[in-house]
Nanobody, 126 residues
């Protein structure tokens, strides 16, 4: 069983930055991690993902809407994953969720993730 706890959300002005963190208890460093977000009355959507330790190149991938502004990173030794968010705008306002898979391959599909955190609110004021 894997437990995920997000932190770092809050209120920020447009153009500003925030850094989200996700601490995992249980699981292995060889499992993929992802960040998703859900705005009011919208479906949960993919933001970014990173592969497990052994996954080829430990590659990352991003939603088009955040490419170039957000960076996902991972400390495999500490079993944490972070999301650095820059140049935030009002469309980034949402609850952000950390997720983990039982395999090392990252995915953009939320249904392929096995574990979820409780979420952290990010609000961007214009």
């Amino acid at each position: 069983q894997v437990q995920l706890v997000e932190s770092g959300g809050g209120l920020v002005q447009a153009g500003g930055s925030l850094r989200l963190s996700c601490a995992a208890s249980g699981g292995t460093f060889d499992s993929a991690r992802g960040w998703f977000r859900q705005a009011p009355e919208k479906e949960r959507e993919f933001v970014a993902a990173i592969g497990g330790f052994s996954w080829s190149g430990r590659r990352t991938n991003y939603a088009d809407s955040v490419q170039g502004r957000f960076t996902i990173s991972r400390d495999y030794a500490k079993n944490t994953v972070s999301l650095q968010m820059n140049s935030l705008n009002s469309e980034d306002t949402a609850v952000y969720y950390c997720a983990a898979r039982n395999t090392g391959t990252p995915s953009r599909d939320r249904f392929e993730y096995d574990y979820w955190g409780q979420g952290t609110q990010v609000t961007v004021s214009s």
